[in-house]
């Protein structure tokens, strides 16, 4: 793919189950910030140098050399490149009803970032293949795609027993809760340990407590939304179960040091 824009060329023939759309290398600089709501299709990135933050509503990650991360479908994110060390990427775009299958067969469905991941050469093979592709082509791209799956599947760290830790439960029941509401004693009832206990493995494991460690991670969803979508910001506090746009405004001050409006009209990450 021979081509450093994030579009095609135009000309793209239709292939429901598999298509790359677009694809190329893109170099970031000091101070670049994309944003985009929710698209039907999946970015998948390689960086080639340099490093950068990436954001999905709830999740946070900072993708450096060899590093791959993947944007899924229909999901607001925003990217920006570091300040001191601006990226350069191979990325590719696409789309079709094989992707979601092929995700969750090899139970990468809710993963989004691969560090040394070890697949230059997968993408490389990628960049290689012109737009518009060809049937044969997007059938080529379809076959490395499903490799580069098995490829990342098989680099993931093993951490035995990890989510049948008490701070993995934890975790697991606060990263689920980002858009509902959740209690310490409901928390407590499905692990089965008392709510002091769970308040003390929180603040060992993360640092912490359980309302916080839910706090911010409403308060990275919220930035999404409000950068990547046109809700108000009622609509974005009712949808991150906040009492109410005051309290969501206030949540939001003391920790980003500006008000929601104040950020989505600057359009910019606070330091």
């Given at each position: 793919?021979?081509?450093?824009?994030?579009?095609?060329?135009?000309?793209?023939?239709?292939?429901?189950?598999?298509?790359?759309?677009?694809?190329?290398?893109?170099?970031?600089?000091?101070?670049?910030?994309?944003?985009?709501?929710?698209?039907?299709?999946?970015?998948?990135?390689?960086?080639?140098?340099?490093?950068?933050?990436?954001?999905?509503?709830?999740?946070?990650?900072?993708?450096?050399?060899?590093?791959?991360?993947?944007?899924?479908?229909?999901?607001?994110?925003?990217?920006?490149?570091?300040?001191?060390?601006?990226?350069?990427?191979?990325?590719?775009?696409?789309?079709?009803?094989?992707?979601?299958?092929?995700?969750?067969?090899?139970?990468?469905?809710?993963?989004?970032?691969?560090?040394?991941?070890?697949?230059?050469?997968?993408?490389?093979?990628?960049?290689?293949?012109?737009?518009?592709?060809?049937?044969?082509?997007?059938?080529?791209?379809?076959?490395?795609?499903?490799?580069?799956?098995?490829?990342?599947?098989?680099?993931?760290?093993?951490?035995?027993?990890?989510?049948?830790?008490?701070?993995?439960?934890?975790?697991?029941?606060?990263?689920?809760s980002i858009y509902s509401k959740i209690t310490i004693s409901q928390i407590s009832s499905r692990i089965g340990i008392c709510k002091a206990q769970i308040i003390r493995v929180?603040?060992?494991?993360?640092?912490?407590?359980?309302?916080?460690?839910?706090?911010?991670?409403?308060?990275?969803?919220?930035?999404?939304?409000?950068?990547?979508?046109?809700?108000?910001?009622?609509?974005?506090?009712?949808?991150?179960?906040?009492?109410?746009?005051?309290?969501?405004?206030?949540?939001?001050?003391?920790?980003?040091?500006?008000?929601?409006?104040r950020f989505r009209t600057g359009g910019k990450r606070e330091l």
């Amino acid at each position: 793919m021979n081509n450093s824009n994030i579009k095609g060329t135009g000309n793209e023939k239709t292939y429901p189950m598999f298509q790359v759309i677009a694809g190329g290398i893109s170099k970031g600089r000091a101070g670049d910030n994309v944003v985009r709501g929710p698209q039907p299709y999946y970015i998948i990135e390689y960086v080639l140098s340099g490093r950068g933050t990436v954001m999905l509503p709830g999740y946070t990650c900072e993708p450096g050399e060899g590093s791959v991360y993947i944007l899924p479908a229909h999901t607001p994110h925003r990217y920006f490149s570091a300040h001191s060390n601006p990226w350069e990427k191979i990325f590719f775009i696409a789309s079709g009803t094989l992707i979601p299958v092929l995700l969750n067969s090899f139970e990468l469905s809710d993963t989004y970032f691969f560090p040394e991941s070890g697949v230059k050469k997968l993408f490389t093979d990628l960049h290689t293949l012109k737009l518009p592709l060809t049937r044969e082509n997007q059938w080529q791209a379809q076959q490395i795609f499903h490799t580069l799956l098995y490829a990342l599947r098989a680099k993931l760290p093993v951490i035995t027993g990890e989510n049948d830790t008490l701070a993995g439960k934890i975790k697991k029941c606060l990263d689920s809760s980002i858009y509902s509401k959740i209690t310490i004693s409901q928390i407590s009832s499905r692990i089965g340990i008392c709510k002091a206990q769970i308040i003390r493995v929180c603040k060992s494991a993360f640092g912490v407590t359980p309302y916080e460690y839910i706090l911010r991670k409403r308060i990275e969803s919220s930035e999404i939304l409000l950068l990547g979508t046109a809700l108000t910001i009622r609509e974005i506090a009712i949808r991150l179960n906040f009492s109410d746009e005051f309290h969501f405004s206030r949540c939001f001050k003391k920790r980003k040091r500006c008000t929601p409006y104040r950020f989505r009209t600057g359009g910019k990450r606070e330091l």
